[in-house]
């Protein structure tokens, strides 16, 4: 499900300037990739993979998490799935669980990292240039041979994965053993993306 204009212009402007300042806070400046680029492997745990970054509680990624009409969204999708008027099973739809009812009007907010795509080739380029940086230069042929196979773009696709075992989540005692249920998972774009091959998601229709 795609909603346009989650975030109205005001609110757009001032979440993508305070991305901008956390991403300076950092030594990144996104009018300047090709110079700062490279200061984004600081930030990211999982080795450049998908862009994520490990940005978790800066204000204004709260004041976004915490909209009241992106939580009404995520309301109605709840009254619309997995409950709605106290019933905890809904066989019209597929979509059982074993959790019983809760109200679709409260909800606690999981924060996650963030994701900062950059462009492939500056990307591919500054990988390249900081490998070159660190190779020394009176390495054998044989090991300059063997660096270049380990140059790596400082930003990789995060290759498919399930988030959770679709077969084994609500079998068995799963559910009395999970600390949390989250039964949405949802994100905010501060900019578009109308071309393809570009942005930093990507899923299979149907599954998401």
């Avoid at 795609?2 to 956390?22: C, E, K, Y």
Wanted: proline fraction near 6%; charged fraction near 25%.
């Amino acid at each position: 499900l795609v909603v346009d204009n989650v975030l109205n212009p005001d609110q757009l402007i001032a979440a993508r300037q305070g991305f901008n300042s956390t991403l300076g806070k950092h030594g990144v400046d996104p009018d300047d990739l090709w110079n700062t680029a490279h200061h984004l492997r600081k930030l990211s745990s999982t080795n450049g993979s998908g862009g994520v970054l490990d940005i978790f509680y800066p204000k204004w990624k709260l004041e976004i998490a915490t909209q009241p009409k992106f939580f009404a969204i995520v309301s109605q999708l709840w009254q619309a799935s997995f409950d709605h008027d106290g019933i905890d099973e809904r066989s019209d739809n597929g979509m059982e669980l074993p959790f019983g009812t809760f109200s679709t009007h409260r909800g606690y907010v999981y924060i996650d990292r963030l994701g900062y795509r950059i462009p492939s080739k500056i990307s591919k380029d500054v990988g390249a240039r900081n490998q070159d940086k660190s190779e020394n230069s009176t390495a054998t042929e044989l090991k300059s041979s063997k660096a270049k196979k380990r140059n790596r773009p400082i930003q990789r696709s995060l290759t498919p994965h399930l988030d959770c075992c679709p077969d084994t989540i609500l079998k068995g005692n799963y559910h009395e053993r999970a600390d949390k249920w989250r039964p949405l998972q949802s994100f905010i774009s501060l900019t578009d993306n109308l071309e393809p091959n570009t942005g930093g998601f990507e899923a299979v229709p149907g599954f998401h």
